[in-house]
């Protein structure tokens, strides 16, 4: 469990702060109004992530930071939430160990998402909002484009049939990628069914094009930044069926294998 100390002398904020940490992670929330009630949270708690206003009466946050790389043991993290950030103390702030500067005002769901790189053990509070935007984007492709339905299943993939790794890697505010894992012959038989004049390579190209731009717009209006996708890859697989991290059955009952290793270009450079 993640310790969280929110500093704003603003009790609306520190309460919308509240509501996005305790949504997104099993977390001690502790708060200060101001910088100097927050040192005294620091010297009687293991702080793990330290959010902070900067304008705050008594001591701001940038003094309180100032004040902290005097300390042997400091947060982990550390986020600014603040409506006063210029280039020049957004530089100032990042060489005082800021890892995150986030304006004001912002929508909740930007805030929920920027925080889960922070509050998550391994992770596990992103994921669920990953998986969450891949059933989204998985099922409406699959129903759109190719008239079948899908749902995330405990299955594991069948090691006896030649598969496809169809992969996109994402850039700018977010980095990674996501793959999907298809049977060639189903990819094939969808060809020949739908009338495409395309190659079983192809289609699952053009499959994961469509998933991942779909995820990409997720996390652009989500998280308010702008997100790149680079042009499809596609090789034989030759993993098991425990090398997926996600898998969905269809209405045909084929299966269909996931992998991702998508995360906020904040979390990767941290």
């Known amino acids: 469990m993640k310790t969280v100390l929110i500093v704003d002398d603003s009790a609306m904020m520190r309460r919308i702060v509240r509501r996005a940490v305790s949504t997104g992670a099993d977390a001690e929330i502790l708060e200060a ?67 995150k500067v986030l304006g004001k005002p912002f929508q909740p769901e930007r805030l929920f998402l920027e925080l889960q790189p922070y509050l998550q053990d391994h992770d596990d509070g992103l994921d669920e909002v990953l998986s969450g935007l891949l059933d989204a984007a998985l099922g409406d492709t699959l129903t759109q484009m190719l008239f079948r339905l899908a749902e995330p299943c405990d299955d594991t993939l069948p090691s006896d049939e030649p598969r496809l790794r169809a992969e996109v890697t994402l850039t700018g505010a977010w980095e990674g990628s996501l793959a999907l894992i298809l049977s060639e012959a189903w990819c094939a038989t969808l060809s020949e069914e739908l009338a495409l004049e395309v190659t079983p390579h192809d289609l699952a190209g053009e499959i994961v094009n469509i998933v991942g731009g779909r995820v990409l717009h997720g996390l652009e209006s989500q998280a308010g930044e702008q997100v790149g996708i680079l042009p499809p890859v596609v090789e034989a697989w030759d993993g098991d069926g425990t090398s997926s991290d996600r898998c969905y059955r269809l209405d045909d009952l084929s299966l269909i294998g996931v992998q991702w290793t998508l995360r906020p270009r904040s979390c990767v450079e941290a």
């Open 33 to 99: 109004e101001n910088g100097r009630l927050a040192l005294d949270h620091l010297q009687a708690n293991d702080v793990d992530v330290l959010i902070t206003d900067l304008n705050m009466p008594v001591m701001g946050g940038e003094e309180l930071l100032i004040e902290l790389m005097t300390w042997p043991t400091r947060p982990q993290h550390v986020v600014v939430i603040t409506s006063t950030a210029t280039a020049t103390r957004k530089l100032r702030l990042t060489r005082l160990g800021v890892d």
